[in-house]
């Protein structure tokens, strides 16, 4: 049995990462068979389609129903 998680949230310091992080990188270079390059071009394609599903999500969104939330298409500085 796994132990529970804690709700803190984590936030490792800049260029480390954190275990939940780590576990996820390798999984993505393990699916790729440790193509690094192989995985950054999988990643990148996902966040292109994500930006797209983003704009056409946008675009058919009335005001009312966002109560006035706008998407950012780009994330806040760490």
């Known amino acids: ?3 529970a998680k ?7 310091k800049a260029g480390q ?4 992080d780590a576990w996820e990188v390798e ?3 393990a699916w790729h068979d ?7 071009r999988s990643l990148l394609d996902d966040c292109q389609h994500l930006r797209r599903q983003l704009a056409l999500a946008e675009r058919v969104m009335s005001r ?7 998407p950012r ?3 806040d500085a760490l």
């Open 34 to 40: 440790d193509d690094a390059k192989a995985a950054i």
């Open 17 to 20: 990462l954190g275990s939940d």
């Open 1 to 3: 049995m796994l132990p």
């Open 6 to 12: 804690s709700l803190k949230p984590h936030h490792p």
């Open 27 to 29: 999984a993505v270079l």
């Open 73 to 75: 298409y780009e994330r």
């Open 64 to 70: 009312g129903m966002a109560r006035g939330w706008t």
